[in-house]
């Protein structure tokens, strides 16, 4: 198990860059896949990004060329950078980690089993 501990949300305006940070506390963080999702209300958590343990990311068509999943190893932290923010980005952003794996299975929420508490992005338009 990792705990995990989102950080960097806020309100900004259209157009605007917000860094989210993810801190994890416990095993090996090199070895854990991160994922960031968000849940917008009335609506189900989706897929944002992924940091895969060997360095490589995924992202969702929605985001893109806008967001950067990066990662600090030594710091065991990950780092969601947002630029050119839209009103519809405005979620609940979370952080997740699982040990070890590949696959379609972590675009989804169920392939994790560690998560944050979440922190919230509002985007004004």
């Known amino acids: 198990q990792v705990q995990l501990a989102e950080s960097g949300g806020g309100l900004v305006q259209a157009g605007d860059s917000l860094r989210l940070s993810c801190a994890a506390a416990g095993r090996t963080f090199s070895g854990y896949v991160m994922g960031w999702f968000r849940q917008a209300p009335g609506q189900e958590r989706e897929f944002v990004a992924i940091?895969?343990?060997?360095?490589?990311?995924t992202y969702a068509d929605s985001v893109k060329g806008r967001f950067t999943i990066s990662r600090d190893n030594p710091e065991n932290t990950v780092y969601l950078q947002m630029t050119s923010l839209k009103p519809e980005d405005t979620a609940v952003y979370y952080c997740a980690a699982k040990f070890g794996g590949w696959g379609s299975k972590f675009l989804r929420p169920s392939g994790y089993n560690n998560w944050g508490q979440g922190t919230q992005v509002t985007v004004s338009s």
């Open positions: 940091s895969w343990s060997d360095g490589s990311t």
